[in-house]
């Protein structure tokens, strides 16, 4: 069984960075060269309210919760987020990488059947961004929270949700990184998070996917009168880009602070309603930001 032994639970991510850069094997994949390695894994407690938010850098938090909520909207619409100021999904979604990816018949900011449809519409047939696939699918995410709000069946370990369809990723934009998640609780109200990821940019991407799945699994508890317990991260290519290097070398320099404290202010009828009003986060304290080009 996983278990942390580190004195700080980011240390975790900061052995990673050395481990690939020291031991990983140079590759050239589909958007460039990377050194990487393959499986890893990484325990977080989300315990006394924590959330585990990078501190050798700044993390973009509120970016980060605005795409998950999207995610758990079902929206796949980058305009929704572009509305929100949210650029990261931008170069997935321009009219030259749908091109590229054979999406002709999309139009510009649709991004297909990805993260969230998959989550509340799985394998439904999927037209446009724009249309009503309510009551069509598999709703994956709302199956999961009628579990965890009965406690007969919150014990089950059937809670699992994937966002890999292979009927529907040659729709996608870009098939999905973070693959598999499944929920967990003990003790009869102790809710732990699982997520296995087949692509891991450890520059920039997994920073953001433990911020969301930790901000997902603390939103999940609350709705569902639950403690968030643990988040637990299973990792597959783990990988950094050529242009990151010297970068990443200056971030594993840095001492970690404590993780800061997440408080859900507010209880929703539904997932779908809550939103950064919703949400307070203490004593963030955190080392300068550090810039890297984000790859398409």
């Given amino acids: ?13 900061l052995d990673m960075i050395r481990d690939i850069l020291r031991e990983g094997s140079l590759e050239e994949g589909r958007n460039g060269y990377t050194k990487s390695l393959f499986g890893g894994a990484m325990r977080f407690s989300l315990k006394n309210n924590t959330i585990p938010l990078l501190t050798t850098k700044k993390v973009a938090w509120k970016t980060c919760f605005r795409e998950l909520m999207w995610f758990v909207r079902g929206q796949t619409d980058n305009k929704v987020l572009q509305k929100q100021k949210v650029k990261i ?3 997935n979604a321009s009219r030259e990488f749908l091109d590229s990816r054979g999406l002709t018949h999309l139009e510009e900011n649709d991004l297909g059947p990805v993260y969230g449809h998959q989550w509340r519409h799985f394998n439904a047939k999927y037209s446009t961004c724009h249309e009503d696939y309510t009551n069509k699918g598999v709703d994956q995410l709302g199956n999961i929270i009628k579990m965890l709000k009965d406690p007969s069946t919150r014990t089950s370990r059937r809670m699992v949700m994937s966002a890999w369809n292979p009927c529907q990723l040659d729709e996608m934009a870009l098939p999905p990184c973070h ?20 692509s ?17 699994t603390h939103l999940i508890a609350k709705h569902c009168d639950l403690v968030p317990k643990d988040f637990v991260y299973f990792m597959g290519n783990v990988h950094i880009y050529d242009d990151h290097f010297e970068r990443l070398k200056d971030q ?3 001492t970690p602070y404590a993780f ?7 209880k929703h009828d539904t997932i779908e309603e809550y939103s950064l009003d919703d949400i307070q986060l203490e004593n963030y304290e955190y ?5 890297m080009k984000m790859r398409g």
Avoid at 200 to 216: E, K, Q, R, T
Avoid at 287 to 291: A, C, L, N, R, S
Wanted: contains cysteine.
């Fill in 179 to 198: 693959v598999l998640t499944q929920f967990h609780v003990t003790n009869g109200k102790e809710l732990s998070c699982s997520l296995y990821q087949r």
């Fill in 1 to 13: 069984m996983l278990r942390n032994q580190y004195k700080h639970e980011e240390d975790q991510y």
């Fill in 287 to 291: 080392h300068p930001p550090i810039q």
């Fill in 89 to 91: 999904w931008n170069v």
């Fill in 252 to 254: 594993a320099l840095r």
């Fill in 260 to 266: 800061p404290t997440l408080k859900v202010l507010n």
């Fill in 200 to 216: 891991c940019d450890i520059g920039l991407g997994v920073p953001f996917n433990i911020a969301s799945y930790s901000f997902l």
